[in-house]
């Protein structure tokens, strides 16, 4: 039983049918949903050796990735702060329920966040990407786990296409160059209304022995180890703005 809701204005506890109204409220401002295969966990091995479990992450792990992703909306090197200020708002959203059909996956390493993936389904056959964040870099985290996005729209979720921006040259390099995705500029993408591109099957199956990695299934064990996700040292990326964090924060 959820506790009782306080007024703080009025210095009392809600009435059972004010509570009631909030309810009905809540529903309205929700959403409608449709229904989403899981993404089936994978191990990815990495260039330095070490194992990347790639999950579906949970609603209850948005918090801890909020609290990662926050002081990252400041580092303005390789955009940083446009996409966690974005990836940012677009969890929040999930957990509050204020975005439609959202997904998020992680990369996981040694039990440590290595980076964040997110997208929508726009309807049953139209998939929109989001984000991806590298929070370990050098090893391309964020290309795996941009791979394991288009996966799980294309083979999971059944889609035909994926609408896809970038918001940084790095991005631009790592998927409309590298796949290569094709130009669907008539599409204005919800990030920015930027001109879209899109993965069509085609592309993906094309790309998919190239770019797409990772073992199946992932043993009990390994799996377990990817709960609870904790945070990554980021020290290193937040360098730059490490004057003004402890002010900020
Ligand atoms: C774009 C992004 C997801 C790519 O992730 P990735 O595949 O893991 O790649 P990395 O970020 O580790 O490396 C990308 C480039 O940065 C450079 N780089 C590598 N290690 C680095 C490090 N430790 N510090 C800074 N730059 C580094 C290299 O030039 C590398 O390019 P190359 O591997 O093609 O030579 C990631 O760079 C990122 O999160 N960027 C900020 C957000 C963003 O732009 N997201 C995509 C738009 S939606």
Same mark, same amino acid.
């Given at each position: 039983?959820?506790?009782p809701v #306080?007024?703080? &204005?009025?210095?009392?506890y809600?009435?059972?049918e004010e509570?009631r109204m909030?309810?009905? *409220?809540?529903a309205? !401002?929700?959403? +409608?949903? !449709?229904p989403m295969?899981?993404? +089936? +966990?994978k191990?990815v091995?990495l260039?330095?050796?070490e $194992?990347?479990?790639?999950?579906q992450?949970l =609603?209850?792990e948005v918090d801890?990735?909020?609290? =990662?992703i926050? +002081?990252l909306?400041w580092v303005?090197?390789d955009f #940083?702060d446009i996409? /966690?200020a974005?990836?940012f708002a677009?969890l929040l959203g999930?957990?509050?329920?204020?975005?439609?059909?959202?997904y998020? *996956?992680? %990369?996981?390493?040694d039990?440590v966040l290595a980076?964040?993936?997110?997208?929508? !389904? @726009?309807?049953e056959?139209? %998939? =929109? /990407?989001?984000h991806?964040l590298t929070?370990k870099? %050098?090893?391309?985290?964020?290309?795996?786990? @941009?791979?394991?996005?288009?996966?799980?729209h294309?083979? #999971?979720l %059944?889609? &035909?296409?994926v609408w896809?921006v970038?918001?940084s040259?790095?991005?631009?390099r790592r998927?409309?160059i590298?796949y290569p995705l094709e130009?669907? @500029?008539e599409?204005?993408?919800? *990030?920015g209304?930027a001109?879209a591109w899109?993965l069509?099957r085609?592309? #993906?199956?094309k790309?998919?022995s190239?770019l797409? $990695?990772?073992?199946?299934?992932?043993? &009990?064990?390994?799996?377990?180890k990817?709960y609870?996700?904790?945070?990554?040292?980021l020290?290193?990326m937040? $360098?730059?703005?490490e004057h $003004?964090l402890?002010a900020?924060?």
């Amino acid at each position: 039983m959820s506790p009782p809701v #306080y007024d703080w &204005d009025a210095d009392e506890y809600l009435t059972s049918e004010e509570e009631r109204m909030i309810d009905e *409220l809540e529903a309205m !401002l929700r959403p +409608p949903a !449709l229904p989403m295969a899981p993404y +089936p +966990p994978k191990s990815v091995l990495l260039a330095s050796g070490e $194992t990347m479990v790639v999950r579906q992450a949970l =609603v209850e792990e948005v918090d801890l990735m909020l609290k =990662v992703i926050q +002081p990252l909306s400041w580092v303005t090197r390789d955009f #940083y702060d446009i996409v /966690s200020a974005r990836l940012f708002a677009e969890l929040l959203g999930w957990k509050t329920h204020r975005v439609r059909d959202e997904y998020c *996956l992680v %990369g996981v390493i040694d039990g440590v966040l290595a980076g964040i993936v997110n997208g929508r !389904l @726009f309807d049953e056959k139209h %998939g =929109v /990407s989001f984000h991806t964040l590298t929070l370990k870099r %050098g090893l391309r985290v964020g290309s795996h786990l @941009f791979a394991s996005k288009m996966e799980h729209h294309i083979e #999971y979720l %059944g889609q &035909d296409e994926v609408w896809i921006v970038a918001e940084s040259p790095i991005g631009h390099r790592r998927w409309m160059i590298e796949y290569p995705l094709e130009k669907k @500029f008539e599409v204005q993408h919800e *990030l920015g209304g930027a001109p879209a591109w899109v993965l069509t099957r085609d592309t #993906y199956f094309k790309a998919k022995s190239r770019l797409v $990695t990772g073992t199946r299934p992932v043993s &009990d064990e390994l799996l377990a180890k990817s709960y609870p996700l904790r945070e990554p040292d980021l020290r290193v990326m937040l $360098t730059q703005i490490e004057h $003004t964090l402890e002010a900020r924060v």
